[in-house]
């Protein structure tokens, strides 16, 4: 399994400039080809494949000098780049849909892009002792250690963030110790009042990061605005408001791995409702929380997790009205539609429910139902939706993306 291990480099002078002029040379290279390209189509209509612009890269380099001083995998994954851009494009061309997702490879600008570069391993060129990294031309260069970086290395992607820090993202072929077998299944209603409710009925609050920091945003958003363009003050000023919003990212994400790990190690079948981000994002006065709950970043972080450790994440529809039914009789109740009506007394059963433990509860029975009809074995479920013998069933995983219930 490939794993990315994201490290903090502390290069010298001399390593932080060449960084800079690799990643220039990497933008060089990605911009010219795609004017070549684009240049032989308009007056030829003939494509470059990336074999035959690296031919040209070799000419290229000996015309232009300053090209050699950089690392030459750089430059060479800035063709695979570009040839990935076009094959993208012309896939998304081909789908059937009205709307394309997929834009025409566009020029990488000097300023508001991402700043990378990526090399790749052959013949020992990266290294990794203790806290130090050896990368293609570059030598030695310190980094912060936190975890122990484990595996064969496979590339290494070197990012100047907009805080004026380097990054480095090592990626690695490596084994994952997998977390014991879970026999718990758990649903999962994701809010904003709080992040997260389980059907077991423990409550994870909203952190609030971007909430938390406002007064500090707004401040440095404030001198940003007021310092003279091109000056040295409002240079600082950006790269102090990008500390703030990187500050923010980090303390999310390290929240999110936290919960996500937890959930993962102590879940087997992990029900959680699909949500359509992107929907409900257009509602301006619910888009700020959302984006400060980072809620796809924390699907994303269970999926990935449930693949090394052989769990299921199951998502549910969006449509399946999981706060209205009531949880004990099924009886569907078109009042709770009200977000405000926290808790409800049931008019069918009169039972008393919790809003978001109530839909916990009903996304984790729906969530079981699609699982055991999509692994054959429906009756693995009784009629309130619960597995009939939990401790006896567990979830083995075949092969990847194939699942099947076993009974130990
Ligand atoms: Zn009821």
Redesign the pocket.
């Given at each position: 399994m490939q794993r990315a291990f994201k490290v903090t480099l502390i290069p010298n002078h001399n390593q932080s400039v060449l960084i800079n002029k690799t990643i220039g040379c990497a933008r060089f290279v990605y911009n010219r080809f795609l004017a070549i390209r684009k240049e032989l189509y308009s007056t030829e209509q003939k494509t470059l494949n990336y074999n035959a612009c690296s031919q040209q890269l070799t000419l290229l380099k000996k015309e232009l000098a300053w090209l050699k001083i950089v690392d030459k995998f750089a430059l060479q994954n800035s063709l695979k780049n570009l040839e990935i851009a076009y094959k993208n494009f012309f896939a998304d061309l081909k789908k059937a849909k009205k709307k394309k997702s997929v834009g025409f490879p566009k020029f990488k600008k000097k300023y508001g892009c991402k700043q990378s570069y990526k090399t790749n391993f052959t013949n020992g060129n990266i290294q990794i002792i203790e806290n130090r990294l050896k990368l293609p031309k570059l030598g030695w260069v310190k980094f912060h250690k936190s975890e122990q970086i484990t595996g064969k290395l496979v590339n290494v992607t070197v990012t100047l963030t907009s805080s004026g820090s380097y990054t480095a993202s090592i990626l690695c072929e490596t084994e994952i110790e997998k977390y014991p077998q879970a026999t718990q299944n758990i649903g999962l209603d994701l809010g904003i009042k709080s992040y997260l409710v389980t059907s077991s009925g423990e409550v994870v609050d909203n952190p609030k990061y971007y909430q938390s920091q406002k007064r500090k945003l707004r401040k440095a958003h404030k001198k940003l605005a007021r310092s003279a363009k091109g000056s040295k003050n409002r240079v600082k000023a950006k790269i102090k408001l990008a500390r703030i919003y990187q500050c923010i990212t980090n303390l999310r994400d390290d929240f999110l791995h936290k919960l996500s790990t937890r959930l993962i190690k102590e879940n087997s079948i992990i029900c959680i409702e699909d949500l359509r981000v992107a929907n409900m994002m257009r509602n301006h006065k619910l888009a700020l929380s959302l984006n400060d709950a980072s809620w796809s970043k924390f699907v994303t972080m269970l999926e990935y997790k449930a693949l090394w450790h052989d769990r299921i994440v199951q998502k549910v529809g969006t449509f399946y009205p999981s706060s209205q039914t009531?949880n004990?009789?099924g009886?569907i109740n078109p009042l709770v539609k009200e977000l405000k009506l926290r808790e409800w007394s049931?008019p069918?059963?009169s039972?008393y429910n919790l809003r978001d433990h109530n839909a916990a509860l009903n996304i984790l029975g729906e969530g079981l139902r699609i699982f055991t009809a999509a692994v054959g074995m429906p009756d693995a479920i009784n009629a309130c939706g619960e597995l009939v013998n939990p401790e006896v069933i567990q979830v083995e995983i075949v092969e990847a993306g194939i699942t099947r219930l076993m009974v130990v």
């Open positions: 009531c004990h009789c009886f049931c069918s059963c039972s």
